[in-house]
């Protein structure tokens, strides 16, 4: 037996028999018929959810017709958009009989007792939309947990299900995101013997009856959210523990009595969340060993808590503990392990000797008092919203593992000074909630497995990194000021060779085009001061991108030597990916070279074949392989590049290749073919670990992934790449996949390198945007598979996600100077109106927007004048535009297909046909005119 979802093909779906399934999902917009249909295609149903139905074909509720169709049915789940009605109405037990499990997100029913009187179900989850609700249930009820969800409208109350063995209990509003239901009469409110967890939530100007819980002699769990009226006094009088007990009021109109709690024996948590309440003292009886308390009091007198008495206290939570007076009961609890307090001065605290984690809030003052800063088991220290200028010297809390600290709101550039941080020898954690303006001398100072959280996003990073690097602690302390005040890397200053190879030894990416910069810029002006020859000593620092055996060669073929050890005999030193041992390195005797230097050498001491002068037409002959669609022919061009070298117009076909094959050997070898050439942001690019292999196609569902991953992909390295070469890699892509120039299309500033790619568009004197827009592919699939599909809605499987955003583009008014254009094809472009720029073109004579979602004209065609043909089909338009009569020129017009058609019926017999008017055909007798019949 297995799981099956009606979704999509529900037609097909529904003429079929499907005796494996026992699960069924319906969660579809299209019609179902009826219950017994569905009933009829799955005859082994167990258990159905509905999360999507067609709202149109009348079937809205689920009533008698349902259960009838599903007799088997153990259990049945509502969660729609739409708010899918049950209605018990005719609906009998028998009917019922194999029911486990019922949640449904809404009922009409006021009376629900049948659901009481049902053996087999245990659990029921029901949104009742009433005003009146009663239930009542029975010894035959096999209910273990229900919950019951009331409308804000809900009135009254009749429930008792006493007879029941109910384990689990929650009634009242649907959540902390709706209204409670204003309860204006319990006629009857009595829970079962056997309950262990009970909520209840409502609005009310009474009170829950007292005898609510009369049989209940314990609770694992009780929750009370009562807003308005009052507590009976016995409402808890029978029950003697409660493990987990949570009071949520608000706006009681009489105190919470002291009676209230009197009878417990046994309690172990206890939450007091109290908004404009009185309390009577005493609030909780005397010994009571309670272990967790939480009280937040607003517009509430805590004053009658103060007489307390809870020696087996261990955690405490309470709002603010300045509104009662430091309570003697306190220092009383002397288990108490965990303390959560509001208090602006704590040199009243006492001392706590079990205390493990203390929390202040709000604390003010000059230092922390010895009764803390002496603590020697306290392990977690958290001061949130503080005003302390000087915590003192917290060097003797040898326990303290974790520092949490959050100045005041109007004070997060200020930190309480911390003597003695640096001293303690257990401390793991220091958060600080600060967006510093300096970094302290004794971060720097803390032992490096301590993890320091600060608000700046890479300052943290730096530092761990500088303060391991072995440099001089003031040095670091100054590069790491100068840090934390750059929000980008390109606002990085000059900074010092040891800083940039610093952090690229610890393979820190933030400034890594700053330090591939500035490694170039030394190295360049070496090749000048210092170039390599014969008799220099090389040694590599880190991975070079060119390979060793290569390097081995090359000081074999010119002379030079490589040494394995950084010594004094090495005169020049190649600095590569995470170089190791920069300790070693004297910037005064060594010399730097990057890979770039390295290949310039190598290419004019000792070129190779395709290097050198009278290769060309060999250089062609490669370039046509990596222009091949084939894998195979790149492998082979790239194993004669390894032999033969590379030109600069090789850069652009690897570097494509490079980016979209998913063979990672083929892109270690074309790596090592580019290590070194083109300037840094191209080496940049080479070696980052962004790819394209993964954006065209087909998903896992079988649509086109479309342009949008594309586009948002490379958007998202121009910082890091460049325009230059972004828009390179367009053209590139689109000239190998047929897809991509949108990414240029897009840009709005026109540069000479933009405007070279558009007039690529221009053949023949058409101006093709439509090849250039590359949608077609996605079209053809559709048009062929379900030819209404793509027509109703070509953005939704063109721009899929709407990645692309609007789409649209602009057309340059540069073009028009140079080439004789005279048709323009603006097909399939996602066109809902005519691009800006068009004005530019109205000397055409041929116009396309066939295939967009057009649904008018703009008066502005009228200024086409000189228009002969004009391709309107595949559009969304309502009626025939009235500015074509305008159009005086015109002899051909296609308006087939010219309006949207349903998704569900296509261009079956209902297609509402917009048709040319018969005015429009005597204005231009001599107009071919093309439309559906």
């Known amino acids: 037996m297995g799981k099956s979802r009606l979704s999509f093909r529900v037609d097909e779906a529904l003429s079929q028999v499907h005796p494996a399934t026992d699960y069924l999902v319906i969660d579809t917009d299209e019609p179902l018929g009826s219950w017994q249909t569905i009933a009829t295609a799955y005859p082994n149903v167990k258990k159905i959810k509905i999360a999507e139905f067609d709202s149109a074909n009348g079937k809205q ?218 309390l009577e003292a005493p609030l909780l009886p005397l010994g009571l060993p309670l272990a967790e308390l939480f009280v937040y009091g607003e517009q509430t007198d805590l004053a009658p808590l103060a007489n307390l008495h809870l020696p087996k206290l261990k955690q405490l939570w309470m709002g603010n503990i300045n509104a009662i007076g430091l309570p003697e009961w306190l220092a009383g609890c002397q288990e108490l392990n965990d303390l959560n307090i509001a208090i602006g001065d704590a040199s009243a605290l006492p001392t706590l000797p079990q205390l493990k984690k203390l929390t202040l809030r709000g604390l003010a003052g000059n230092s922390l008092p010895a009764a803390i800063t002496t603590h020697q088991t306290l392990q977690t220290l958290n001061l949130l919203a503080c005003h302390k200028a000087d915590l003192g010297d917290i060097s003797q809390m040898s326990s303290l593992e974790s520092i949490w600290i959050e100045p005041w709101e109007h004070e997060y550039c200020n930190l309480p000074s911390l003597h003695g941080l640096e001293h303690l020898p257990r401390l793991k954690a220091l958060r600080l909630d600060i967006t510093p303006k300096h970094v302290e001398p004794v971060w720097l100072a803390l032992p490096p497995e301590v993890e320091i959280s600060i608000h700046h996003s890479h300052i943290v990073s730096e530092m761990a990194i500088l303060r391991d690097s072995g440099l001089p602690p003031t040095q670091c302390l100054e590069w790491l000021n100068t840090l934390l005040g750059i929000n980008k890397p390109g606002e990085l200053p000059e900074m010092p060779a040891e800083f940039h190879l610093t952090l690229m030894a610890a393979k820190y990416n933030r400034f890594k085009a700053q330090h591939k910069n500035w ?39 010119l002379g030079f030597s ?105 892109r270690k070898q074309i790596k090592q073919l580019l290590a070194g050439h083109g300037d840094e942001a191209f080496q940049l690019a080479v070696n980052d670990r962004i790819l394209f292999h993964s954006v065209r196609g087909r998903d896992d569902y079988n649509n086109f992934y479309g342009q949008g991953q594309f586009v948002e992909k490379l958007k998202a390295q121009r910082k890091k790449w460049g325009e230059t070469l972004c828009n390179a890699f367009a053209k590139s892509y689109f000239d190998r996949y047929g897809e991509g120039l949108m990414y240029v299309l897009m840009q709005k500033k026109p540069t000479p390198q933009l405007l070279a790619i558009w007039e690529s568009l221009i053949q023949n004197g058409t101006f093709d945007l439509r090849r250039g827009a590359g949608f077609d592919t996605i079209m053809q699939y559709w048009h062929d598979k379900e030819p209404a599909n793509y027509h109703w809605h070509p953005t939704h499987y063109a721009n899929r996600f709407g990645k692309l955003g609007a789409a649209k583009f602009e057309l340059p008014a540069e073009l028009t100077g140079r080439s004789d254009i005279t048709r323009l094809d603006l097909g399939n472009c996602l066109l809902s109106d005519l691009p800006k720029g068009i004005e530019h073109y109205r000397h055409i004579r041929s116009l396309s927007l066939s295939g967009n979602v057009f649904k008018a004209l703009p008066e502005s065609v009228a200024a086409f004048s000189e228009l002969e043909e004009l391709d309107l089909s595949f559009n969304h338009f309502r009626h025939f535009p009235e500015v074509l009569f305008k159009l005086t020129n015109l002899k051909r017009l296609d308006f087939r297909r010219a309006t949207s058609p349903d998704l569900n019926t296509g261009y079956d017999a209902n297609y509402h046909i917009v048709a040319v008017p018969q005015a429009f055909r005597d204005a231009f007798p001599e107009c071919e005119i093309l439309q559906d019949q």
């Open 61 to 278: 509720v689920i009533d008698a017709d349902f259960f009838n169709a599903f007799p088997s049915l153990e259990c049945l789940i509502t969660d729609t958009d739409e708010g899918l009605d049950t209605d018990f109405t005719d609906v009998t037990p028998s009917m019922l009989h194999a029911l486990y499990s019922l949640e449904l997100e809404r009922c009409s029913n006021q009376n629900i007792s049948l659901l009481g009187q049902l053996p087999q179900l245990k659990q029921l989850d029901i949104t009742l939309d009433t005003v009146d609700v009663a239930f009542y249930a029975d010894a035959n009820s096999g209910l273990e947990t229900v919950k019951i969800s009331l409308s804000p409208l809900c009135r009254t109350l009749d429930i008792d299900l006493t007879a029941t063995a109910i384990l689990s209990m929650n009634i009242g509003g649907h959540g902390y995101r709706f209204e409670l239901p204003n309860i204006t009469d319990i006629k009857t409110l009595r829970l079962p013997a056997s309950l262990n967890a009970l909520q209840v939530s409502i609005s009310t100007d009474k009170a829950l009856p007292a005898d609510m819980l009369t049989t209940n002699v314990q609770l694992e769990s009780l929750t009370i959210e009562q807003h308005g009226g009052y507590l009976a006094p016995s409402l808890l009088a029978n029950i003697s523990n409660i493990t987990h007990c949570k009071f949520e009021l608000k706006n009681l109109s009489a105190p919470i009595p002291s009676a209230l709690f009197a009878n417990l024996k046994q309690m172990h948590k206890l939450q007091l969340k109290l908004d404009n309440i009185e």
């Open 519 to 557: 490694l170039r810029q030394l190295a360049e002006s070496n090749e000048e001061l210092k170039p390599l020859n014969a008799n220099s000593v090389l040694f590599i620092c880190g991975r070079s991108g060119i390979k060793a055996g290569e390097i081995k060669s090359k000081a074999t073929e």
């Open 562 to 666: 490589v040494s394995k050890k950084l010594d004094g005999n090495v005169t020049h030193v190649l600095i590569g990916t995470a170089p190791k041992d920069i300790s070693l390195l004297d910037l005064e005797r060594h010399t730097l070279i990057d890979d770039t230097s390295l290949q310039n050498y190598f290419t004019t001491q000792a070129p190779k074949f395709l290097q050198q002068q009278g290769n060309e037409t060999m250089g062609d002959s490669i370039l046509a392989m990596l222009a091949s669609p084939e894998e195979a022919t790149h492998q082979v061009a790239v194993q004669l590049l390894e032999q033969g070298g590379i030109t600069d117009e090789l850069h652009l076909p690897l570097f494509l290749i490079l980016k979209t094959t998913a063979d990672n050997n083929l």
